[in-house]
C-alpha cells in the first residue's frame, strides 16, 4: 500500500461494502409502455433498438395493468410470433465472450414474473437467444408441463419443478454459471429474494449458453396468452469500483480502486471546482477544471490499488469531486465517479 500525503484532498465518505460483493442490474423491463402492440417500442433499460415483434408489430401486446400492479405487461397474442429484444453487450465487455453473455466464469441471474392467462397455451416462457445462432434456454413452463421449468430448445428434454401451477403468477429466479464446457443452471420458483441462497429447485448442467437477445412467447393453444413482467438480469458488479474510507478532516483517509486487472496502473484524479463534464481522452469525466491527479498506483495481483493520504482538517466542509481510471491492455476505464462533503 502507498502512502502518499496530500496538501488538499477531500474525497467521499466509505461505501458500507465493496461494490464488487454486490449485483447490479443489466437489463430490466416492467413493460410500462402505452398499451397496444409492444413491436416498435422502445424502452427498460439495457437494450438497443426497439422490440420487434412480428411483421405487424402485434406478436406481443402491452396491456394493464402489470402482475406487479404497476404500468403494464406483457402478453404473447400471435401464436409461437415472439417478442425479441437485443441486449447492448457493448458496455459489458468485460464479462462478454465474442459479443455474448457466457464468458466462463461469470455468472448472471434472469428473473421474470409471468403466469399463463385464461387461454390454453401448451407452452409460454422467455428463450435466451443468440441472435441468428440459435435458441440457448428455455425459462418458463415447457411445452405440455403445466409446470415450471427449463430446456435447451432442440437439445434437452425438459425439466419442471413438481407442484408449481403455470396458471398462477409466479416469479422465477434462474441463476447461470459460465464454466469451462457445461455450464451449471440452478432454478427457484417463488424464492422471495432476488438472489437465493438456498437449495435450488433446478440445479443441473446444460450444454455452453451463450445469449445476446432475449424471446417472450407462447403457442400450441387455441386460446394465446402469457403474461410477463418484472424482467431483470443481474450479475456480480464488474469494471473498476472506486471508494474511500474515513473521509474525516485532520485524519487519513484510504483511496481503493478494485476490480482492476492486476499489475493495472490506476489514476486518480480530484477537484474542488465542480461535478464537470470534461472531456478526456479516456471519456467525460465527473470533475471541472482544475483537475489534480495524484502519483499513479499499481494494482496487486487481487486487483487492487490503494493508497493512504492526509486529510487537512482545513478541508472539513469542503465538496470534493472525484474519479480514478484504469489503465490495462492499452485501453482506459473510468470508474464511478464520488463527490461528497468532507466531515
Given amino acids: 500500500m502507498n502512502k502518499t500525503p496530500l496538501i488538499l484532498l477531500p474525497l467521499l465518505v466509505a461505501l458500507a461494502a465493496p461494490a464488487s460483493a454486490q449485483n447490479v442490474d443489466i437489463v430490466t423491463d416492467s413493460f410500462d409502455y402505452p398499451a397496444g402492440p409492444i413491436g416498435g417500442l422502445s424502452g427498460g433499460f439495457g437494450w438497443t433498438g426497439s422490440w420487434w415483434s412480428g411483421p405487424s408489430n402485434d406478436g406481443g401486446v402491452v396491456e394493464m395493468p402489470g402482475l406487479d400492479g404497476v404500468g403494464g405487461m406483457l402478453t ?18 468485460p464479462i462478454t465472450d465474442g459479443g455474448t453473455l457466457g464468458k466462463d466464469g461469470t455468472t448472471v441471474w434472469v428473473e421474470i414474473t409471468l403466469q399463463r392467462a385464461l387461454g390454453d397455451d401448451q407452452y409460454g416462457g422467455i428463450v435466451l437467444n443468440w441472435q441468428w445462432n440459435a435458441e440457448q434456454l428455455f425459462i418458463g413452463s415447457p411445452w405440455g408441463s403445466n409446470e415450471l421449468g427449463i430446456e435447451k430448445p432442440w437439445v434437452t428434454g425438459s425439466t419442471t419443478i413438481p407442484g408449481t401451477d403455470a396458471d398462477a403468477v409466479n416469479t422465477m429466479v ?10 451449471r443452471v440452478q432454478v427457484w420458483a417463488n424464492p422471495g429474494v432476488r438472489f437465493p441462497t438456498t437449495p435450488a429447485d433446478i440445479d443441473q448442467t446444460m450444454p455452453d449458453i451463450h445469449f445476446n437477445e432475449i424471446k417472450f412467447s407462447s403457442g400450441d393453444g387455441l386460446t394465446t396468452g402469457f403474461h410477463f413482467d418484472d424482467f431483470r438480469i443481474a450479475t456480480a458488479e464488474f469494471g473498476p469500483s472506486y471508494t474511500i474510507a474515513n473521509l474525516v478532516g485532520g485524519q487519513s483517509a484510504t483511496l481503493t480502486v478494485s476490480n482492476v486487472a492486476p499489475a493495472a496502473t490506476v489514476i486518480i484524479g480530484y477537484s474542488l ?3 464537470g463534464p470534461t472531456a478526456t481522452i479516456y471519456g ?8 489534480t491527479q495524484l502519483p499513479p498506483l499499481t494494482a496487486d495481483p487481487t486487483g487492487v490499488a490503494s493508497t493512504v493520504v492526509s486529510v487537512p482538517i482545513r478541508a472539513t466542509g469542503k465538496t470534493v469531486y472525484t474519479q480514478a481510471v484504469e489503465l490495462a491492455g492499452g485501453f482506459g476505464t473510468l470508474t464511478n465517479s464520488l463527490a461528497e462533503v468532507v466531515q
Avoid: Q
Avoid at 80 to 93: F, N, P, Q, R
Avoid at 284 to 291: G, H, K, L, Y
Fill in 284 to 291: 467525460n469525466v465527473d470533475m471541472s477544471p482544475p483537475i
Fill in 174 to 183: 434462474t441463476r447461470i454459471d459460465f464454466l469451462p464446457g457445461d455450464d
Fill in 273 to 275: 471546482a465542480g461535478p
Fill in 76 to 93: 404473447s397474442a400471435i401464436e409461437h410470433e415472439g417478442s425479441y429484444a437485443l441486449i447492448d453487450t457493448s458496455v459489458l465487455g
